[in-house]
């Protein structure tokens, strides 16, 4: 278990000394932080909604400030290139992000272009049928996402980097919390970029 966690601090270290300099992208973090918790409430309610809400708030607001307000150049503070990085990202780095937000995209272009998924699912009634089978759809790309790495990182380099993954990404919206609820803040103060980490403790 003690090994679990260590592996857990370091993935939530990396992840944010790496990918997390701009105070921009750390803002935005905190808005998807707090939606994904609205998020993992509703889940419960309406799973469908939930979804809804985790991609069409969270997730595009977390993805927004990685891919547009993140410096891609050399990372001075870490003395790494954006390829270094890149190459050793344990999640989803930006190019699999691409990958994971079209199919995001896709999805409501193939239902609407192809209702019911050729027989997959019952044509959807109206446009309040349409949304909650887009949400389900997310929803579905969401969780086999979040398997599919897991699994994935099982084979690349082992299971307990796996579910140490998959641990991080679940937990990811209250550490995001903790690291970045003085984003804002530092933003009103027209600090634009984080002026460094502290060392790994």
């Known amino acids: 278990m003690n090994r679990f966690l260590d592996d857990l601090r370091t993935q939530r270290w990396d992840d944010h000394r790496y990918y997390h300099h701009s105070r921009i ?65 344990v999640g989803y780095n930006l190019r699999r ?47 086999g996402g979040l398997l599919f790495r897991t699994v994935h990182l099982f084979f690349l380099r082992d299971v307990r980097t796996g579910l140490v993954w998959l641990a991080k990404i679940v937990t990811d919206p209250v550490n995001d919390i ?6 804002p803040l530092h933003l009103l103060r027209g600090q634009w970029m984080d002026p460094g980490h502290p060392s790994h403790g």
């Not at 001075?76 to 390829?83: D, E, G, K, L, Y």
């Open 25 to 89: 992208n750390q803002a935005l973090h905190l808005v998807s932080a707090i939606s994904f918790l609205v998020a993992y409430a509703w889940l419960w309610i309406d799973p469908v909604v939930s979804a809804l809400i985790a991609w069409l708030v969270s997730m595009t607001s977390r993805q927004a400030g990685h891919f547009f307000f993140e410096p891609r150049g050399y990372d001075a503070i870490n003395q790494v290139t954006h390829a270094y990085k890149e190459d050793v990202k």
């Open 178 to 183: 903790r690291l970045y609820h003085r984003a």
């Open 97 to 143: 992000k691409v990958v994971l937000m079209a199919l995001w995209a896709a999805a409501p272009l193939l239902l609407a272009t192809a209702p019911g998924l050729f027989g997959l699912l019952p044509v959807h009634e109206g446009w309040g049928g349409y949304v909650r089978q887009v949400g389900a759809l997310w929803l579905a790309i969401g969780i």
